[in-house]
């Protein structure tokens, strides 16, 4: 039992615009890792006073779980708000395998802590 982590961009002229427009940007454009330590600390930070038997379920895109950092990322961001990793879910979906198994496999190892 727990919250799913969803990020929307509330743009000034537009409104709120949803992730599978503004994800394969940040993504080319290569944000996307300062991108997913602003959600990731957001998040931590809110989540912190509810009870520990919660946990918060984040979804992973392709190209995240092919980046080596991401595992220091999201130790990083737990350090920095004092939220257990063990109260994390990450989700990936079955095409973020797909595109370089080897790669998604020793990202999804160096996951210390969350669930897959």
């Keep these: 039992m727990g919250f799913e982590v969803l990020a929307r961009w509330n743009h000034a002229t537009r409104g709120i615009i949803l992730p599978d427009d503004f994800i394969p940007l940040a993504e080319r454009d290569g944000w996307i890792h300062a991108l997913t330590f602003q959600i990731l600390e957001k998040a931590f930070s809110s989540a912190l006073p509810l009870p520990s038997t919660l946990q918060l379920s984040v979804n992973i895109s392709p190209i995240q779980l ?51």
């Design 66 to 116: 092919c980046d080596r950092s991401l595992a220091r990322q999201f130790e990083e961001v737990a350090r920095l708000t004092g939220f257990s990793l063990e109260r994390v879910m990450v989700e990936i979906t079955e095409s973020a395998m797909t595109d370089n198994l080897a790669q998604a496999r020793l990202t999804a190892e160096e996951l210390k802590g969350v669930r897959l």
